[in-house]
């Protein structure tokens, strides 16, 4: 599994990089945007509107290559910019997860310290921290989820019937 990080270096790269490597023995990938410090610039952060049209490209991605790339639809929904700086502000990573320093002091809020800046968080642990402490986004999830596997499980069958049918034929 490929953890990519989405940068203003590296945007561009998306489709290229998801075609090469679906060609490998990687079983997937999952994308998620750069966490800018408090302060910082637009260096490495994309901004709402370019980070809206990334999702946009990944969802679009997601049918050519479902199963490659592996955040589901509903956490890229909740990382645009009309839901993101609403969730991010509260920090919900730091409600359910916890990390340390190397010497084994927590930090505050999250991985990056006391200095990370929230505002423009683009980690997938903090959608997924959204997503698991709201029943009312987590059940529709289940639901997606298993209901994906169904169809996937369906046209698996469907598809060897038919190369059955076609094998049997041409006896
Ligand atoms: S993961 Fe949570 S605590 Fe850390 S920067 Fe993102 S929103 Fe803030």
Not at 138 to 144: D, G, K, M, S, W
């Amino acid at each position: 599994m490929i953890a990519f990080c989405v940068t203003r270096i590296n945007y561009q790269c998306i489709a290229d990089m998801v075609k090469e490597w679906s060609q490998t023995s990687v079983k997937g990938i999952v994308f998620e945007f750069y966490r800018p410090m408090k302060g910082e610039g637009n260096e490495l952060w994309l901004n709402w509107a370019e980070r809206d049209k990334v999702i946009d490209q990944l969802l679009a991605l997601k049918e050519t290559y479902r199963g490659f790339i592996h955040v589901s639809d509903r956490i890229y929904h909740l990382m645009r910019s009309d839901l993101a700086p609403k969730i991010t502000q509260n920090g919900p990573f730091s409600k359910i997860g916890f990390s340390y320093d190397p010497m084994g002091k927590p930090k505050i809020p999250c991985q990056l310290g006391p200095n990370a800046d929230c505002s423009r968080c683009g980690c997938i642990l903090s959608f997924y921290s959204m997503l698991l402490t709201h029943r009312s986004l987590l059940i529709p999830e289940f639901a997606a989820s298993a209901w994906r596997k169904l169809i996937d499980q369906y046209k698996i069958r469907v598809s060897a019937i038919h190369h059955l049918s076609q094998k049997i034929t041409a006896h």
